[in-house]
């Protein structure tokens, strides 16, 4: 048996061993805090209640959760250790748990936790809860994959949580960071009953369709600042999302990959296009039910969207399969982007943020909300409109009546 000296040796060595893994934390917070670049202020930040106790911020691989966790305790807390914001990836968190960093820094009088990356701990969402009710004094934000189903399949966390989706860059975020400007967002009601006033204000402080093709081909992850080849760095977070966020967080084995990355191609050259699942299945080699399982799986990774009549969704077959945004089209198939599937892929992207997005049943593009019929084109058929259709006219800087133009739909968010 151990004597009592022992125990106690033992004991503040394991004390010093925790001690020097929290400052060796704050060190590194500090560190990232101080050297965050965010040059854009994500309109989320200001979105959030932050007096709620737990919040998750969701979103695709690349679209900038670490930088806007950082942000937020810059803004907030400097380097205050108040705030602590750590990484997943430690491997300080596979022979130690969530709980006990949560008690150490409590007991140091820490107030926020902000957690990045938690779907790579094994018990994270049991764990979360019972921080919540073990330290009540506690404040935690944590990111996570847009796979992961936080309320409609979580029972640790879909009463306690408030969940948010930080999305990529929109047009007018991508706008103002080229431009040098401060436009704010417009609400869809505001863009269709004063677009033309809108319009005109923009244009009169820059030309925006100067910088519309590029936001096409790489605005919309802000990855794009950095200097790296922005075509390379998205094929391989493309991989990624597949890899770590549907294999990883949907429990898939490797052997599936294949068949996941081909079905995915074959539905990004053929978008928007209506899904063959028969066919799909055949050449992909598996079942229906798994075709349709994996294309909601690229749709949750942001990937894809899948687009449904008014009152159908899944797991009924999709009316049509969209390209998530613009920049995937542009790295899948470099030269060859059909313009027409552009222009609806950038609308649909850009309106689902806030809107129910349908297949319209009039012969037309888009349903929204169930109430207003759009129809995306460089103009109207034949120079003419229709007074009950809204356009979504490409290659116009302002519109005219029930005519607006494409990029201002940028501005929503």
Known sequence: ????????????????????????????????????????????????????????????????????????????????????????????????????????????????????????????????????????????????????????????????????????????EFLNLQAGKKFPSYSLIDILENHEKIAKDICSAVKPLDYFQDYMHHGYY???????????????????????????????????????????????????????????????ETSRATIMNYIKYLKDARLLNTLYAEGDEYPKKPNQVYVHNTNLMYAVAPGNVDKLAERKTFFYNALHARHKVNMCKYNLDFSIDQTYHFKCSNKPENGKSYSKVIYAADEIEIGNKNVIPLWLFGFLY
């Open 222 to 284: 802000p990855f794009f600042l950095e200097e790296r080849n922005f075509s390379e760095n998205l094929l391989k977070t493309m991989n990624m999302m597949l890899e770590v966020d549907i294999l990883l967080i949907k429990q898939i084995e490797l052997k599936y990959l294949s068949k996941i990355r081909k079905l995915l191609y074959l539905l990004m050259i053929s978008s928007p296009g209506t899904p063959n699942v028969s066919q799909l299945s055949k050449e992909i």
């Open 1 to 172: 048996m151990p004597s009592r000296h022992c125990k106690i040796y033992f004991f503040l060595l394991l004390l010093r061993q925790n001690i020097c893994i929290v400052e060796s934390f704050y060190k590194t917070h500090k560190y990232l805090v101080e050297h965050v670049q965010s040059p854009v202020r994500r309109m989320l930040m200001d979105e959030i209640d932050w007096t709620h106790r737990l919040i998750a911020i969701k979103g695709s691989r690349g679209v900038g959760k670490t930088t806007f966790l950082l942000q937020y305790a810059k803004e907030n807390f400097g380097t205050s250790r108040d705030c602590l914001y750590v990484n997943f990836n430690n491997f300080y968190f596979t022979n130690h748990s969530l709980i006990e960093l949560a008690e150490m820094f409590c007991n140091d009088g820490g107030k926020t936790l902000l957690l990045d990356q938690v779907f790579k701990y094994e018990n994270w969402s049991n764990e979360l809860k019972e921080c919540y009710y073990r330290f009540p004094q506690l404040h935690i934000v944590f990111s996570g994959s847009s796979v992961m189903r936080l309320i409609e399949d979580n029972d640790d966390l879909k009463d306690i949580v408030a969940s948010y989706n930080l999305r990529g860059f929109s047009f007018r």
